[in-house]
């Protein structure tokens, strides 16, 4: 279509060699002609020589080839709309006659689900496993071998578990412990599925120091450093439970992020011949105090022992660690817990001149103290106020065997290969 004498003619020029009648038919003439051009010419990007020189054609020849669909197929595995999806196992995204290049998996809080596309594109992998009772959205796209694209979406719910079980851990959110301080988690039922429970719990430090688990049963998972933690050191736990299957048909229901830090370093070393403790803070040796350990007959573990608990005053009955009768102390004052037995290092306000002297106690260390803890210079009342949940008290020479590491938060007392066996 030539458009030159219609873009070069005025309408009043129309007008003024007709009459009113052939004046507007020729204005509405040139109006439609004017539209047909407009909507024929696009924005101009065919202008000037090259439309004229062959550019039509190639543009055809690219619309034909856009206007084929992508031979590329996406499938995505549970299908739309699915509930009560399994949370592990169950999500398969996959392509066919092409390679994937973008999946998106969100919760719905838009929260993303990691995962990692396969190396020849054919299948995405997510990382973990998902939350239980749960909305989750899926995006998948997949490219053929021309570069055309194909995409699918997905929704689908997870299963809202019957049976669930949690974790009691220690430390505290927010708590500073000293250099021995494991991180201990004790399941509410026995975990038959131990390898999924402990991927699914992340432990992160600063400094970067390599941190594994050992599972006492199959109940309690602790997880330490092959030696001591570094004073000052800052540990994160990611404890991602929810949704984990611990054992058959019963599921964590935990999502939470723990953090404590380890504190200034202090181990005590108790030497039950000497009957003395030394008491060595950041690798200086600070104070040296005589003590009394287990009797002839009730005499302490030997080994490293971890402070669990810190008691201002408690009291301690024979009959709750199969002693009879043998005693029942109702005021024993800055006691502190160092196995589930019941070993304690604590103040002893009745045992004479025992300290340093001779070894009396059913078990426990004993340091000079004052009923009612009031003095504060007394060996049981600077030993405590001086101490951290976490701290390592280690006894030597004591004619008993070493402590289980499972008997309080000892597991220092097992070697680094077989902790991680």
């Known amino acids: 279509m030539n458009?030159?004498?219609i873009s070069g003619t005025s309408s009043a020029g129309i007008r003024g060699r007709g009459g009113k009648g052939r004046g507007r038919a020729l204005s509405a003439l040139a109006l439609g002609v004017l539209l047909t051009v407009t909507?024929?010419?696009?924005?101009?990007?065919?202008?000037?020589?090259?439309?004229?020189?062959?550019?039509?054609?190639n543009v055809k020849d690219s619309t034909a080839a856009q206007s084929k669909q992508s031979e590329a197929v996406v499938t995505i595995a549970p299908k739309d709309g699915a509930k009560a999806v399994d949370t592990s196992g169950a999500l398969k995204i996959a392509a066919a006659k092409g390679k994937l290049t973008e999946v998106v998996v969100k919760d719905g809080e838009g929260?993303?689900?990691?995962?990692?596309?396969?190396?020849d594109g054919a299948t995405w992998t997510p990382s973990t496993h998902l939350a239980a009772a749960t909305k989750y959205t899926v995006h998948a796209v997949a490219k053929d071998s021309e570069g055309r694209t194909a995409a699918e979406d997905s929704r689908f719910?997870?299963?809202?578990?019957?049976?669930?079980?949690?974790?009691?851990?220690?430390?505290?959110?927010?708590?500073?412990?000293g250099v021995g301080m494991p991180f201990s988690i004790r399941f509410t039922r026995g975990i038959t599925n131990p390898e999924e429970v402990e991927k699914a719990i992340r432990v992160r430090t600063e400094p970067a120091?390599?941190?594994?688990?050992?599972?006492?049963?199959?109940?309690?998972?602790?997880?330490?450093?092959e030696k001591y933690w570094k004073a000052g050191t800052k540990v994160t736990v990611d404890l991602n439970l929810d949704g984990v299957e611990g054992r058959d048909g019963v599921y964590g229901e935990q999502a939470k992020t723990v953090s404590f830090t380890v504190g200034r370093s202090q181990v005590s070393v108790v030497d039950a011949k000497k009957l003395t403790m030394q008491v060595v803070r950041d690798g200086k040796t600070v104070k040296t105090i005589p003590i009394t350990t287990g009797a002839p007959g009730y005499e302490t573990w030997n080994g490293q022992m971890v402070i669990t608990e810190r008691l201002p005053v408690t009291r301690m009955n024979g009959e709750t660690v199969g002693y009879g009768g043998e005693y029942d102390i109702k005021d024993v004052p800055h006691a502190m817990r160092l196995s589930t037995s019941g070993t304690f290092i604590h103040g002893n306000y009745w045992g004479g001149d025992a300290f340093g002297n001779r070894?009396?106690?059913h078990g426990c260390i004993g340091l000079r103290d004052v009923r009612g803890g009031w003095d504060e210079k007394a060996p049981g009342a600077w030993f405590f106020e001086n101490s951290l949940i976490g701290d390592v008290v280690v006894v030597k020479n004591s004619n008993d065997a070493t402590i289980a590491p499972d008997n309080g938060l000892n597991g220092w007392n097992m070697s680094w290969e077989k902790w991680k066996a």
């Open 3 to 5: 458009v030159r004498p």
């Open 39 to 57: 909507a024929c010419g696009g924005g101009g990007s065919g202008s000037g020589a090259g439309a004229g020189e062959g550019g039509g054609e």
């Open 111 to 119: 929260a993303k689900v990691d995962g990692e596309i396969s190396g």
């Open 157 to 177: 719910t997870t299963l809202t578990p019957k049976n669930t079980f949690m974790g009691t851990f220690t430390p505290e959110d927010g708590s500073k412990v």
């Open 209 to 225: 120091v390599e941190v594994a688990g050992h599972w006492f049963g199959n109940d309690r998972l602790d997880f330490r450093p």
């Open 359 to 361: 070894n009396s106690s």
